[in-house]
């Protein structure tokens, strides 16, 4: 595992295995599975991940919390609450 993740890097590092014949060196000389380099030279990312066992999409959500209003506020409520029932 540690060879492609090795290997990764050294591709998003290097500007000249941006060249398609010098990526395909890299990854043939590169230590890893037959399987491994055909889905790298065949550009397949969706193959990759499966042979990585990754999971690419992570999703975080953020709430705000609400505010907390003061007691005083809740207290004066009820009391307008209880008004408005009684006066009818």
């Not at 993740?5 to 890299?26: I, P, T």
């Not at 889905?39 to 042979?51: A, C, F, G, M, P």
């Amino acid at each position: 595992m540690s060879n492609i993740v090795q290997l990764l890097e050294r591709m998003g590092q290097e500007a000249n295995l941006q060249d398609k014949d010098k990526l395909e060196q890299a990854i043939q000389a590169a230590e890893l599975e037959h399987s491994l380099k055909e889905t790298l030279l065949n550009k397949d990312k969706l193959t990759l991940e499966r042979q990585l066992d990754i999971c690419p999409d992570i999703v975080a959500f953020l709430f705000p919390a609400e505010d907390e209003q003061p007691q005083k506020e809740e207290d004066e409520e009820q009391k307008e609450e209880i008004r408005s029932v009684i006066n009818g």
